[in-house]
């Protein structure tokens, strides 16, 4: 079933949003109007519209001074499209709703006077949805197992019983956003999530061909977007790194976010944790290495290293002194906690079988050490690649 194409259109004169919002619905758009700025902002949040339509002067049409429609454009993310109406259409409010805001986009999408009728807002409205709505009407999405539990309440565990169906709408609406080629998307595996974000395997099918899983990284839109940044970041700091998955998208919709990255040549059925193939703002980074602090796992070149506990302390407080000298006596002292005693032949032993273990794990030849150095006569170095 194709996705309602939903306008709110909020307007203080009964009137003409009565008229505006009947024309709406006859020419097929699923269309709602409001009264004030208040009214129009508590129905966004509860259940967002594709289009938004504000009357310029929203409170007192005999105010001058009144840009209330102005404003709440301005207060909504820009990815919600919003046409801005006005009988008393002048250049400078023109200028007003049309110039770029500093993140780049205009607070309207389109300025519309209501001297040239109900024919030149339908035109303003089939472009902000051919222009700015990018979904996929379309798209058949199973949410399989899923369907018993939401995912909007894994993601947001506190929401009340009351909106949670209208979240989960908004979440199979992010999906038509997400894959926009697509003729099917059913939910395969849910890999981990937390507050704030769930980690989805998901099998994308095309017209005539077969389905292959992609992995989506959905959750609150300010969330997401922060992942996005930093996988971004760690691509351009690590670019000797083999990363398998290769992020192909985003899309938004008021309150959520996702990212889908495909899965290349992972084996992805064996996967445990999109933290085996997404670097998140809890790891620590060097090229061919990362540390996940919070879950203690660490990778080289993307393969999962085998660490007992101590091995995986030591790899950190190496890598916390990365390219110092690290002492056979700071090791003794700071990582053992015990005091050291350079006659000690047990404490030299202590430290030669460690570093051995560790390396036997993280070097691709033990023998030649690349990674954690010997500097003879004082102590390892883990060095970072220029």
């Known amino acids: 079933m194709s996705t309602l194409k939903k306008i709110l259109l909020a307007d203080n004169k009964d009137s003409f949003r009565e008229t505006c919002v009947e024309f709406l619905q006859l020419r097929g758009y699923h269309a709602v109007g409001v009264s004030s700025p208040e009214e129009c902002l508590q129905v966004v949040d509860t259940d ?46 023109a200028r007003d709703a049309l110039t770029p805001s500093q993140e780049g986009l205009p607070p309207a999408t389109f300025f519309v006077s209501k001297l040239e009728g109900l024919e030149a807002l339908l035109k303003s409205v089939e472009r902000a949805f051919e222009e700015r709505v990018r979904i996929n009407w379309e798209l058949q999405v199973n949410w399989g197992l899923l369907s018993t539990h939401s995912l909007a ?48 395997q998901i099998l994308i099918s095309t017209h005539g061909e077969s389905s292959e899983p992609v992995l989506a990284l959905c959750g609150r839109r300010g969330q997401v977007q922060v992942e996005a940044i930093k996988y971004q970041q760690h691509l351009q700091r690590t670019n000797r790194l083999r990363t398998e998955t290769q992020p192909i998208e985003m899309a938004e919709t008021f309150h959520y976010a ?57 790899l950190c407080f190496l890598y916390d002194r990365a390219d110092q000298l690290c002492t056979r006596q700071m090791i003794i002292e700071e990582f053992f906690q015990y005091q050291y005693d350079k006659l000690d032949d047990s404490q030299k032993a202590l430290i030669n079988t460690n570093i051995s273990r560790l390396r036997s794990e993280v070097e691709i030849d033990p023998q030649y050490p690349k990674l954690i150095q010997t500097i003879h006569g004082r102590g390892y170095c883990l060095k970072l690649p220029e």
């Open 153 to 200: 309440g894994l993601i947001e565990p506190d929401l009340e019983s009351s909106i949670l169906a209208t979240r989960h709408e908004e979440l199979s609406e992010l999906l038509k956003r997400l894959f926009l080629n697509a003729s099917a998307a059913e939910f395969d595996r849910l890999l981990w999530q937390q507050q704030g974000l769930a980690a989805l």
């Open 258 to 314: 996702a990212l889908s990255y495909s899965l290349g040549g992972i084996r992805y059925r064996e996967l445990n944790s999109l933290n085996d193939l997404v670097p998140r703002a809890s790891d620590r980074q060097v090229t061919g290495l990362r540390i996940d602090t919070v879950n203690q796992r660490a990778w080289i070149d993307g393969r999962l290293l085998k660490l007992t506990n101590q091995e995986f302390k030591l």
């Open 48 to 93: 967002p519209p594709h289009l938004l339509i504000l009357d310029y002067r929203m409170r007192d049409d005999n105010e001058e001074d009144d840009n209330s429609g102005l404003t709440v454009a301005k207060q909504l993310p820009s990815n919600l499209p919003k046409i801005l109406l006005t009988a008393f259409p002048t250049w400078e409010l």
